[in-house]
T-cell receptor, first 113, second 111 residues
Framework: DAKTTQPPSMDCAEGRAANLPCNHS???????VYWYRQIHSQGPQYIIH???NNETNEMASLIITEDRKSSTLILPHATLRDTAVYYCIVRVASRNRDDKIIFGKGTRLHILP | DVKVTQSSRYLVKRTGEKVFLECVQDMDHENMFWYRQDPGLGLRLIYF???????EKGDIPEGYSVSREKKERFSLILESASTNQTSMYLCASSRGNQPQHFGDGTRLSIL
């Protein structure tokens, strides 16, 4: 899997948009960008994924640059419950041994009241 | 919504015991996975299964076995628990090449 780089921590005021960056400069053409988050003492939660087009769902938006070397996860109206570690990963969507998830260190997002 | 349920959130066992961790998913997913998560080591894949009665070793299968008798249930077995198996155990499931969805984890302590 290509490696990703994320800032170790970020703060965001409650009610504001949280923009979490991720660099993946060595991403391959068939690798997707996935975002997960992990709230303390819980299992990882899938948020969103995309290949090259921007994506939006009920939780977040994913903006991928045209060269696909970086992306931004946007939480449009952050709440205190969004405080978590956010992981950006790149991987091929496949059904074999490489299907395993590998998390880096992620970004610890603090939502400030 | 996908629901992956792990039987226990916290479990304390003794060295040498045989330990069973259960995972059930309600979305008819064919793929199921067992990971352990340790500080500084991230997620590591123990075993996975792409179908009933099918299993494949992940990166750290030693000391573990699994059972998949029904599509919705994937069990992790510690044959003879040791203190170095104290960890957070996470089960995940997915359909085809879609994203994996995780349970809330079992924090296992081996004394």
């Amino acid at each position: 899997d290509a490696k990703t780089t994320q800032p170790p921590s970020m703060d965001c005021a409650e009610g504001r948009a949280a923009n979490l960056p991720c660099n993946h400069s060595t991403i391959s053409g068939n690798e997707y960008v996935y975002w997960y988050r992990q709230i303390h003492s819980q299992g990882p939660q899938y948020i969103i994924h995309g290949l090259k087009n921007n994506e939006t769902n009920e939780m977040a938006s994913l903006i991928i640059t045209e060269d696909r070397k970086s992306s931004t996860l946007i939480l449009p109206h952050a709440t205190l419950r969004d405080t978590a570690v956010y992981y950006c990963i790149v991987r091929v969507a496949s059904r074999n041994r490489d299907d395993k998830i590998i998390f880096g260190k992620g970004t610890r997002l603090h939502i400030l009241p | 919504d996908v629901k992956v349920t792990q039987s226990s959130r916290y479990l304390v066992k003794r060295t040498g015991e045989k330990v069973f961790l259960e995972c059930v998913q309600d979305m008819d997913h064919e793929n199921m996975f067992w990971y352990r998560q340790d500080p500084g080591l991230g997620l590591r894949l123990i075993y996975f299964s792409y179908d009933v009665k099918m299993k494949e070793k992940g990166d750290i299968p030693e000391g573990y076995s699994v059972s998949r008798e029904k599509k919705e249930r994937f069990s992790l077995i510690l044959e003879s628990a040791s203190t170095n198996q104290t960890s957070m155990y996470l089960c995940a499931s997915s359909r085809g090449n879609q994203p994996q969805h995780f349970g809330d984890g079992t924090r296992l302590s081996i004394l």
